[in-house]
């Protein structure tokens, strides 16, 4: 039987738990009250009797990671950490759903303290889990590889409550098969086995055999069903304790509890209906509630303090633990001089953060990466021909030699992203080894196979539980099978790193299906998210420099398939160390320009040798070089204004995309080179000719945009 102890008062904490999901919906008058009121035994059995944590200080690195993946479901995580004492009070429950609350519709990294991830989008949580325990394992290899699994001060483990979409969702069967692939014995799932979904009984959609396709990923499987086969509900934590409590014992493989429940039990004509997934309940109903569950139903929000003083015991065991565990860190440090130097710039040097944000340090980069870059940047002759997917793999291994804690890889394209960390063992149990790759627990390439959502999601996992830098790469056109991994890297602002290779109509043969065409539009629509197209081998290399530098942004670093001129950025040319302000001259003329002409990644060498054919004219030409939008608008106004001066109004955008991130710098005489529509099979060379992304088009265009500018 489970070693834990459950007494009256815990039994009053669930129902008070209950009552206080129905009252946040009924006041607020929207949100989900039905699951947060049948998982509420659940998620306080994790919190208050397995959980690690310290309600005091929730940025303790020690503590055990939980992921509501239910995001829907918020108000289970709220609640708990208002019974545990983590800052959540009763008036904001009272506050649910309502703007500048502390308790947000969804979970919001950042936002709440306790909150470790954004979810919402379902599945997301559930994938971005497995990234945490990546994360996790990686973490004990920097600083603790002689120490067994589960023993070392830098373990933990991740609790994850999911649901029926959660698991419905494809993302997590990507996830899914990576972690049992992986071995990640730390990850301990509740699903939340109800049957419901918003349309209704899952019959209608999900049929299969759930554990069972989890047995086959290579994960460990129980159940534990509180119907009892439809005969008697009961809410039998002790049975789910022991379930947790097998699954902690199974440290070789992820583990999944099945645990049918059944939605907003035990609320009158609502209980097992999916009219509680995403409605109040009426006063009716909630007062059916409270009085089935002994509370008086004219009491709404009940504030029993003798339940309360008995919760936030967690605080002073959650300090005990974690006085504890600093002891050993510190133990660890004197007998660990060299990692502990790395441990403190990873977690006790840099930028504090000072909203309610769980991580309280930003490492700091090393030293050693100024030369690193500068290094490798003058390093690619001008006038030879690199792809800029080349020169990054390049910089990636001069990055990795100094910064330990810098890792990556691709979904099945390592070769052509050029992301492989050489040298270096790929992460992943004895199993994984083969002929091409050599693994190791604790390795640094990652290999997602053809599974670029969950990359996205791991990687956001990786970087949200530890302060390591990690990237993924694919072709750009699969960008948009990680979008919702980019979206929610921005939102919750963290330096996830994905590597784009591929960038546009010159893939060449592969077509139009491999060519993308919107995509680099389409990213910049993202709030808070850099989408970085060097020029050249040097600009790749500061590029990367400020990607690591800003580590409150993803970012999207795209790169050429095909060779590109490495230019020249010394006399007269710019420095490529300039890219960090997102836009700089590259080429200026004497006075003031009669045109601008401004290009980015590969078309940059067409403004250059527009410019050339212009001052043949007798025209006088500026060429910006333009990596990224993003950096160039958190710019000071005088900044902006020295690279384009707004008196000059004739201006040329040269991108192998669609124009439509541009008319911002165009303005009304500005003329874009650009593809608005779908590419083609064929040479890349061919099809840049073939629709016109040539130097004389960026001529002609900058003709025509000197005389709209005239008139
Ligand atoms: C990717 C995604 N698609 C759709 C939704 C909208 N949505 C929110 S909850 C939900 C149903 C979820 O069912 P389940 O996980 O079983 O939760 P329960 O109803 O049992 O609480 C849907 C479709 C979403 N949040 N994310
Ligand atoms: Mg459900």
């Known amino acids: 039987m489970a070693n834990i102890e459950w007494n009256e008062l815990d039994d009053r904490a669930v129902k008070v738990a209950k009552v206080l999901a129905a009252d946040a919906v009924e006041k607020v008058g929207n949100g989900h009250p039905g699951t947060a009121i049948s998982i509420a035994p659940a998620a306080y059995t994790i919190f208050q009797k397995f959980l690690k944590f310290n309600p005091k200080d929730t940025t303790w690195r020690g503590r055990d990671r939980f992921i509501l993946s239910i995001g829907h479901s918020s108000l289970t995580q709220y609640i708990e950490l208002y019974l545990a004492g983590a800052g959540v009070e009763l008036d904001d429950l009272k506050q649910f759903r309502t703007f500048g609350s502390l308790t947000p519709g969804h979970p919001e990294y950042g936002h709440t303290k306790g909150i470790e991830i954004t979810t919402g989008p379902l599945g997301q949580g559930l994938a971005s889990a497995v990234g945490f325990a990546y994360a996790q394992r990686f973490e004990r290899g920097l600083f603790d590889p002689e120490s067994a699994p589960g023993e070392s001060i830098f373990d933990h483990n991740i609790y994850v409550i999911c649901g029926d979409g959660d698991l419905q969702e494809g993302l997590t069967s990507e996830a899914g098969s990576l972690a049992g692939l992986q071995k990640l014995g730390n990850v301990i799932v509740i699903w939340d086995d109800n049957h419901i979904t918003i349309e209704g009984d899952t019959k209608i959609s999900f049929q299969e055999d759930v554990l069972k396709r989890y047995e086959a990923y290579g994960w460990h499987t129980q159940r534990v069903d509180w119907t009892n086969g439809g005969t008697e509900y009961k809410e039998d934590t002790l049975a789910l304790a022991d379930a947790i409590e097998n699954a902690k014992a199974e440290t070789g493989k992820p583990s999944i509890i099945a645990l049918k429940t059944l ?401 911002k710098y165009l303005g009304c005489a500005g003329v874009p080179v650009s593809l608005e529509h779908f590419g083609a099979s064929g040479a890349g060379d061919v099809l840049y000719k073939e629709f016109d992304i040539t130097t004389d088009a960026v001529v002609k265009a900058a003709n025509e945009s000197i005389s709209k500018a005239n008139k």
């Not at 996830?496 to 546009?504: A, R």
């Open 263 to 663: 939605i907003a039990y035990p609320t009158p004509t609502k209980t097992g209906d999916e009219s509680s997934h995403g409605s109040k309940l009426g006063a009716e109903a909630v007062a059916g509630l409270k009085e089935v569950l002994g509370f008086d139903p004219k009491v709404n929000f009940p504030e029993e303090f003798d339940v309360l003083t008995y919760t936030r015991q967690a605080g002073e065991r959650g300090q005990k633990l974690q006085d504890e565990w600093e002891t050993q860190l510190d133990a660890w440090k004197a007998a660990n001089p060299d990692r502990a130097k790395l441990y403190t710039r990873l977690y006790e040097e840099g930028e504090v953060v000072t909203n309610n944000s769980p991580k309280k340090f930003l490492g700091d980069l090393p030293a050693e990466l100024d030369d690193a870059i500068k290094n490798i940047a003058n390093s690619f002759e001008p006038g030879s021909s690199l792809a800029t997917r080349a020169s990054s793999g390049q910089v990636i291994q001069e990055i990795a030699k100094v910064m330990p804690e810098f890792w990556g890889g691709s979904a099945d394209l390592g070769g052509s992203n050029n992301t492989t960390i050489k040298g270096a063992a790929s992460f992943g149990p004895d199993s994984a080894k083969t002929k091409n790759w050599e693994v190791s627990p604790y390795g640094r390439v990652l290999h997602f196979g053809i599974r670029e959502h969950a990359m996205g999601q791991i990687i956001n996992g990786i970087v949200l539980d530890t302060n390591t830098r990690a990237f993924g790469g694919t072709f750009f056109m699969f960008a948009d099978y990680m979008r919702d991994s980019a979206r929610i890297a921005a939102l919750q602002g963290i330096p996830s790193v994905f590597v784009w290779s591929h960038d546009s109509i010159a893939v060449g043969e592969d077509g139009p299906t491999h060519q993308p065409v919107e995509h680099l539009s389409s990213m910049r629509a993202i709030p808070n998210f850099d989408v970085v197209r060097p020029a050249d081998g040097a600009e790749v290399a500061y590029c990367w420099k400020t990607i690591l530098e800003n580590k409150h942004n993803p970012a999207g670093l795209i790169l050429s398939r095909q060779g590109v001129p490495n230019l020249d950025h010394a006399g007269d040319f710019g420095c490529a160390c300039q890219v960090k302000h997102g836009f700089y001259i590259y080429k200026d003329c004497e006075g003031t320009p009669d045109v601008i002409l401004i290009g980015t990644g590969s078309e940059l060498y067409l403004a250059v040798e527009a410019a050339e054919k212009l001052e043949a004219e007798g025209k006088k030409v500026r060429v910006v070089s333009a990596p990224c939008q993003e950096w160039f608008e958190k710019e000071s106004d005088e900044y902006k204004e020295s690279v384009l001066p707004s008196n000059v109004k004739a201006r040329v955008t040269v991108e192998a995309g669609i124009a439509q991130s541009w008319y």
